[in-house]
């Protein structure tokens, strides 16, 4: 900041807001604030990002009349130039209403906020828009008029394209607040921005007409506002004319449906037939939002043909938008319009040439199931399911498998499990470790829907292959993996069909093997009855003490560390605590390692608390 600021530091008083429990003396506070004073002239940017970000502070030691008359200028006459410092200017300067003494004199916050609001930095320019907003909402009526309103205009007619996109976004809070008198100069103006040479500015006043719709009587909203939608949603960019989307869909929502289908469907029929992509885009990615808004009985005539149109789109990207649409779409509509029309798009889709398209349709596809029943899954989904569970794509697959639990609503899991399972075995080898980590997560779902038997045959022997990973990650969700399916199926079976097969890591060569089998039993110690900690791990787990691996020696101090509030919670094992967990944490604080000496040192600790 190149201005200096003429205050005396030494005439500050305390105020309530600046005291705490040990409030500061009156040098304390003096010093504190000269030195923020003087870090918002530093030319070190951190320096005069923290002063600022520390505003209130300066401002209630000056008190009110000092932070209007000496503060808010100074920091007018000295916009900083570094954008990471105005944006947090415009977002304290917002805040300091109470500061300058409350609403009747908020005004005085307007001028800096003015000029950030005219900076090339956009998000700059929409938190001094946001700071803008939040003071006229609570301006009093006069002072609205006095001083918001002319801001307005000035920022409506400035010379550079930024200040005029920022006057955008601030005609919802005008119209809401100013008086009959003034809204139809407002209302010209805005229209004035809406035809504006630069399309930026069109863009942001197009953007601005959705919370116009939502302020404005219906009245309004058909004089004023439709007009202005009509010729944005034709402009030549089609930067601009995606941004009505999203207004079409506010306008539909408000205006009666014979208004909407009279004014509103030839510019949705328009939109939907784009010869830019990126508009056909933006339709397809919203189209059940659409969709809802102009309701069922004009969908129904008007909004199929050019669905199966966005299916089809010869870009990957529209075609992809509208794949994430079907499920919401397909509640819209009769069943025979489903069969007959969409699902030979699925199909398609099913193989596009697109992977994301591919994925999209494969995360959403499975919403169908319900809405079509159960004998029109079998013969027109299965075989869909099917084929995409084999998909080159492991997105695809993963899709698929997350939603399993919707297709199984719908057919059961038994008339995929044939098919399912292979695709479970690949994905879980598959050279990317997220993939693996990703296919471990869905696990306890696939558990919970083939029951213990079925999985012990098919899938425990996966799931503790895992444990083996060459992937640190992959071990850790492996254990965790064991706990859920504890929860799952109950203790009892993870006593007799998973503890076991964890014991045989205890032996491995492979030191890492051996100390997954630590965090496997640690980790599965929470879904298990203390009875069960003190028959099946304290003494595999003690056992491991001896190993002559370091880090074996000290996770086993950790892992002890861990059960004994486990222990404590039952009488029969608490009295194991001083028998056996003790005594193994004492020798382990004699290690000669370090950190085992540490960890077990640290444990000791928790057994006498």
């Known amino acids: 900041m190149s201005a200096d600021m003429d205050i005396d530091i030494n005439n500050t008083t305390p105020t309530n807001d600046f005291m705490d429990e040990d409030p500061p003396t009156v040098d304390e506070e003096t010093n504190t604030v000269g030195v923020l004073i003087d870090e918002l002239k530093h030319e070190d940017v951190t320096l005069r990002l923290n002063s600022i970000r520390k505003l209130d502070v300066i401002a209630n030691a000056l008190g009110v009349e000092r932070t209007r008359n000496e503060l808010i200028p100074f920091l007018q006459d000295s916009i900083d130039d570094e954008d990471e410092v105005l944006l947090a200017l415009a977002e304290e300067l917002g805040k300091l209403i109470e500061a300058v003494g409350g609403k009747d004199y908020a005004y005085h916050i307007l001028p800096p906020l003015e000029n950030i609001a005219a900076v090339e930095e956009a998000t700059v320019r929409d938190k001094a828009v946001d700071s803008l907003c939040h003071i006229a909402e609570v301006l009093p009526d006069d002072h609205l008029t006095k001083y918001f309103i002319p801001l307005l205009k000035r920022l409506t007619v400035g010379d550079w394209f930024t200040s005029r996109t920022s006057a955008t976004g601030l005609y919802a809070t005008a119209l809401k607040r100013a008086d009959a008198s003034l809204q139809e100069e407002i209302k010209t103006l805005f229209s004035q921005l809406s035809k504006d040479d630069s399309p930026m500015v069109r863009r942001a ?72 992509w990126r508009v056909r885009y933006m339709v397809a990615s919203k189209y059940v939002e659409l969709a809802n808004a102009f309701g069922e009985d004009i969908v129904r005539a008007n909004f199929t043909s050019a669905f199966v149109s966005m299916l089809k789109d010869a870009e990957g990207e529209v075609r992809t938008a509208a794949a994430s649409q079907v499920p919401g779409y397909a509640k819209l509509v009769d069943k025979t319009v489903i069969i007959d029309e969409l699902l030979p798009c699925v199909k398609s889709l099913v193989t596009d040439e697109n992977q994301h398209a591919r994925a999209a349709l494969a995360k959403d596809i499975s919403g169908l199931a319900p809405i079509i029943g159960q004998d029109a899954t079998m013969e027109y989904l299965l075989p869909l399911f099917l084929q995409q569970l084999t998909d080159e794509f492991p997105d695809v697959r993963l899709n698929v498998i997350s939603n399993l639990e919707t297709i199984n609503q719908a057919i059961g899991i038994e008339r995929v499990s044939q098919a399912l399972l292979p695709a479970i075995v690949e994905l879980s080898e598959d050279k990317q470790w997220r993939i693996r980590l990703a296919i471990i997560e869905y696990i306890p779902l696939l558990a919970k829907q083939f029951g213990p038997k079925f999985f012990e045959e098919k899938l425990l022997e996966l799931c503790m292959s895992w444990l083996r990973d060459l992937v640190f990650s992959i071990r850790e969700a492996a254990t965790v993996n064991l706990k859920k399916l504890t929860l799952v199926f109950g203790a009892d079976w993870a006593k007799s069909a998973i503890i076991p097969e964890v014991m045989k890591m205890t032996t491995d060569e492979n030191y890492l093997h051996r100390m997954t089998t630590i965090f496997a039993l640690t980790t599965m110690a929470e879904a298990l009855t203390p009875a069960m900690v003190k028959e099946s791990i304290l003494s595999t787990i003690t056992e491991m003490s001896k190993d002559p691996i370091p880090n074996i020696r000290f996770n086993v101090a950790k892992s002890l560390e861990t059960l004994i509030p486990f222990l404590r919670k039952d009488d029969s094992t608490a009295e194991l605590i001083d028998s056996i967990v003790k005594p193994t944490l004492e020798k382990l604080s004699t290690d000669q390692d370090v950190d085992v000496k540490f960890f077990a040192t640290r444990a000791l600790e928790s057994c006498g608390k």
């Not at 116009?212 to 009587?217: A, F, G, I, K």
């Not at 219906?218 to 439709?226: A, T």
Request: overall charge negative; hydrophobic content about 45%; charged content about 30%.
């Open 205 to 276: 006043a197009t953007k601005s007409l959705v919370d116009l719709v939502r302020e404005l009587p219906e009245d309004d909203v058909r004089s004023i506002l439709i007009p202005l939608f009509q010729r944005l949603s034709e402009d030549d960019q089609d930067s601009v004319r995606l941004l009505t989307v999203e207004v079409l869909v506010a306008l539909a929502e408000k205006l009666p449906a014979a208004e909407t289908k009279s004014d509103l469907l030839p510019a949705f029929t328009a939109l939907a037939n784009d010869k830019a």
